[in-house]
């Protein structure tokens, strides 16, 4: 098949696009609403009523105060490494020995699953130390740069997800029937939050259109069957 071009050679402007570097190197933290996490809380928020009971987070309990409230009796944090002052639990989730099996009703895992190496070891260890009818809500990247998580950590990025590559490794743990997925993000959000442009720059209808082929990042959530060890 073949496709008529819309310009001319020579004939497209990038405008204060056309550079090697990006308009903001911190994802426009400092400047609005970054991206991915309007995307990340549209998630959370969606799915806010699976936030209760006992419930574990990843690297600090901000979402899990905000979208769980009340709704929440107990509260951990978990972390890679030892020097996080809000963890209550150090632990490797690619190998979480130290985490007893059945533990949590829900499991908030946003943007880090990328920074996991043996991720698919990951995701059987959330299934394992979630209870019987709990949810992980989970999200990860789909496209952004390569490198340390706004430098605070030396965790690195390993993988960039898709929908498709996302369903099938929770599938594998929690059942095709208990996984369902949400991509975010279209063409041109994703060169917005390569350039560090916020939400702010966008229109609504250009941030809230999703165009599967070009992915910022996936929302994930899971539920462990009851009766299933």
């Given at each position: ?22 308009l ?69 989730l ?30 059987k ?8 009818g ?16 706004l ?15 996302s369903?099938?490794?929770f ?57 299933n060890?």
């Amino acid at each position: 098949m073949f496709h008529h071009k819309l310009w001319l050679l020579g004939q497209v402007r990038f405008g204060n696009l056309r550079r090697f570097e990006p308009l903001d190197d911190m994802f426009g933290w400092d400047t609005g609403t970054v991206i991915d996490r309007y995307y990340m809380e549209d998630f959370l928020a969606k799915y806010s009523k699976d936030i209760q009971g006992e419930v574990m987070e990843v690297g600090h309990d901000m979402y899990t105060v905000k979208f769980g409230g009340d709704r929440v009796t107990k509260s951990d944090v978990v972390h890679y490494v030892e020097g996080n002052p809000q963890a209550t639990i150090v632990a490797d989730l690619s190998n979480a020995a130290n985490i007893p099996s059945n533990s949590f009703d829900c499991i908030i895992i946003v943007q880090t699953l990328q920074m996991i190496y043996d991720v698919k070891a990951a995701v059987k260890e959330l299934y394992r130390i979630l209870k019987q009818g709990g949810v992980v809500l989970a999200t990860t990247n789909g496209t952004s740069k390569v490198g340390l998580f706004l430098g605070v950590d030396d965790w690195g990025t390993f993988w960039h997800m898709t929908a498709q590559s996302s369903r099938m490794m929770f599938e594998e743990n929690f059942g095709s029937d208990a996984v369902s997925i949400q991509p975010y993000g279209n063409l041109i959000a994703c060169v917005a939050f390569l350039h560090g442009m916020n939400v702010e720059d966008l229109t609504k209808k250009e941030i809230n259109y999703v165009d599967q082929r070009y992915e910022v990042i996936i929302g994930i959530r899971a539920t462990k069957p009851l009766n299933n060890e």
